[in-house]
């Protein structure tokens, strides 16, 4: 696949999580397991109504979860469950092999780099700094979750933009997901589609309206040639 030219006026980056900078398998195990015992629910419990209500919120959570809700009060329980199996190194982020010198690259070509993802930002701190490649937090600027908004809607993206007080036409939008992709060129970003092995496959069309790249060792900075 050809290489991806970054337009002149991109300043900053901004990076999707599951399927664009980690294994969407990682993501899917990381929501299936290391969660009981975690957040214990007492057992013994006098008012039989009160244990009642607990079982109906747990049942509920691992509902919404089997579902893969994207709801920001579900996303941030989900941080908080994650963080003692981080701390403890039971649990370790995993990064594509591309992603680590990528970013390192660009932070010393000078782009400032932030992460929107559906999961908290607890959890995404959590990733990062609890990765196979060691703490990565150091070469992030910054970090958004579904607080901001939605990911497939563009107003979520101004509202990025806003936040960092950046012109959307400054920033470079990268995720796997065509609906963000969307979203954010709506808005006035720049996007690039990831297609990484266990993602969902792009149509023809997909493929002809997007610029896509399999690793971020295919994007190509101006700054680059000179």
């Not at 509920?60 to 089997?66: A, G, K, R």
């Not at 690259?105 to 780099?113: A, D, I, T, Y």
Request: aromatic share 10%; charged share 20%.
């Amino acid at each position: 696949m050809a290489l991806f030219s970054v337009p002149t006026p991109v300043t900053t980056i901004l990076l999707d999580i599951e399927g664009t900078t980690t294994p969407i398998t990682f993501v899917k195990a990381e929501k299936d397991s290391h969660i009981d015992g975690f957040v214990p629910i007492p057992s013994a419990i006098s008012d039989n109504e009160t244990e009642n209500m607990i079982q109906a919120v747990v049942d509920n959570v691992y509902w919404q979860m089997s579902l893969d809700r994207k709801t920001t009060a579900l996303k941030q329980l989900q941080g908080h469950m994650w963080r003692s199996a981080y701390i403890t190194g039971q649990l370790k982020g995993e990064v594509y092999e591309d992603v680590v010198p990528s970013i390192r690259q660009w932070r010393e070509l000078g782009f400032k780099l932030y992460i929107y993802s559906s999961g908290s930002v607890e959890a995404q701190k959590l990733l990062f700094g609890y990765s196979i490649e060691g703490n990565l937090l150091k070469l992030l600027d910054g970090h958004f979750d579904t607080t901001v908004g939605h990911k497939v809607e563009s107003k979520s993206y101004r509202n990025i933009a806003d936040s960092i007080r950046c012109s959307p036409e400054n920033i470079l939008f990268l995720t796997d997901v065509v609906k963000e992709a969307f979203a954010a060129e709506k808005a006035g970003l720049h996007v690039a589609v990831v297609m990484r092995p266990g993602n969902d496959a792009l149509t023809d069309e997909d493929k002809s309206s997007y610029c896509c790249i399999t690793s971020f060792h295919q994007i190509n900075f101006p700054s680059e040639n000179n």
